[in-house]
């Protein structure tokens, strides 16, 4: 029976809408490579209880990227199928006293940010050449931490993504997607992101091979109805048919889909 461990987004981990099996199905989101590969943010200490808004699998995303805990609990799942999908890799980076740490909206929304930890945090920008370097390094240790430990038994995935430019409407019209915002005020430019990821995608392949790549492009279209709203990378039923059906040629299972809570080193 296949055991899958997801390092990337809800694109991934929206395949199992019922929240998978808790002991096949492992995902680790709201981080980034360097992120994932820096030392633990320095006099960070998490609240016992999840701070307002935060629900406790956003709280627990937020926890483990600043704790650094996701890369232990991999190699202990033993996956037989490990996807990447970089979609979480729209968020900038923080600098913190030597290490990194992904700035993301639970990071912001916590309240975590007006800690001593992150008083003398510096910005990172995702579009910056500063960034994409960090990024380089982190994706050429992930590569290395694969063949190093049990990861490389698993089958290894890439589940290529876009931003999407339109939505279908809930009367289903195909319409321009609004401009979007990762964070509250800051519109992004898709066109940007989009060339970031191809640039990513392009870089990981060349530096992990065999990697299987699945994707679903002409199914790339938001869905207004999605169960976490209106998003460029919340996208219509179709989409997550196509890749399911990529994803079982594979050896995934669908099976692995039933109640439960998945359990979520980093959960969206």
């Given at each position: 029976?296949?055991?899958?461990?997801?390092?990337?987004s809800c694109i991934?981990?929206?395949?199992?809408?019922?929240?998978?099996?808790?002991?096949?199905?492992?995902?680790v989101?709201?981080?980034?490579?360097?992120?994932?590969?820096?030392?633990?943010?320095?006099?960070?200490?998490?609240?016992?209880e999840p701070?307002?808004?935060?629900?406790?699998?956003q709280?627990?995303?937020?926890?483990?990227?600043?704790e650094?805990t996701?890369?232990?609990?991999?190699?202990?799942?033993?996956?037989?199928?490990l996807?990447?999908?970089?979609i979480?890799?729209?968020f900038?980076?923080?600098?913190?006293?030597?290490?990194?740490?992904?700035?993301?909206?639970?990071?912001?929304?916590?309240?975590?940010?007006?800690?001593?930890?992150?008083?003398?945090?510096?910005?990172?920008?995702?579009?910056?050449?500063?960034?994409?370097?960090?990024?380089?390094?982190?994706?050429?240790?992930?590569?290395?931490?694969?063949?190093?430990?049990?990861?490389?038994?698993?089958?290894l995935?890439?589940?290529?993504?876009?931003?999407?430019?339109?939505?279908?409407d809930a009367?289903?019209r195909?319409?321009?997607?609004?401009?979007p915002?990762?964070?509250?005020?800051?519109?992004?430019?898709?066109?940007a992101?989009?060339?970031l990821l191809a640039?990513?995608?392009?870089?990981?392949?060349?530096?992990l091979?065999?990697?299987?790549?699945?994707?679903?492009?002409?199914?790339?279209?938001?869905?207004?109805?999605?169960?976490?709203?209106?998003?460029?990378?919340?996208?219509?039923?179709?989409y997550?048919?196509?890749?399911?059906?990529?994803?079982?040629?594979?050896?995934?299972?669908?099976?692995?889909?039933g109640?439960?809570?998945?359990?979520?080193?980093?959960?969206?």
């Amino acid at each position: 029976m296949s055991k899958v461990a997801i390092i990337g987004s809800c694109i991934s981990r929206d395949l199992w809408p019922i929240r998978g099996d808790i002991d096949r199905l492992l995902y680790v989101s709201r981080t980034s490579l360097p992120s994932l590969f820096s030392a633990p943010v320095k006099g960070f200490r998490p609240a016992a209880e999840p701070p307002a808004p935060l629900g406790r699998h956003q709280h627990r995303a937020l926890v483990a990227d600043l704790e650094k805990t996701a890369l232990a609990a991999l190699v202990a799942f033993r996956p037989t199928h490990l996807i990447f999908d970089f979609i979480d890799e729209r968020f900038d980076l923080l600098s913190l006293d030597g290490g990194l740490a992904t700035h993301s909206w639970e990071l912001a929304a916590s309240g975590y940010m007006d800690r001593k930890p992150f008083r003398r945090a510096r910005q990172v920008p995702r579009l910056s050449d500063a960034c994409g370097r960090l990024w380089s390094r982190g994706a050429a240790e992930m590569a290395a931490f694969v063949r190093a430990t049990p990861l490389r038994d698993a089958r290894l995935i890439l589940h290529s993504a876009r931003w999407a430019e339109r939505q279908r409407d809930a009367k289903g019209r195909v319409r321009p997607l609004p401009t979007p915002e990762i964070q509250p005020g800051r519109p992004e430019q898709i066109e940007a992101h989009n060339a970031l990821l191809a640039r990513y995608e392009a870089e990981f392949e060349a530096l992990l091979p065999p990697l299987a790549r699945i994707e679903a492009p002409s199914h790339r279209l938001a869905d207004a109805g999605h169960q976490w709203g209106l998003s460029p990378f919340h996208y219509v039923p179709a989409y997550y048919e196509d890749i399911w059906r990529q994803l079982e040629a594979l050896g995934v299972e669908r099976a692995l889909s039933g109640p439960g809570d998945a359990p979520s080193v980093q959960a969206a």
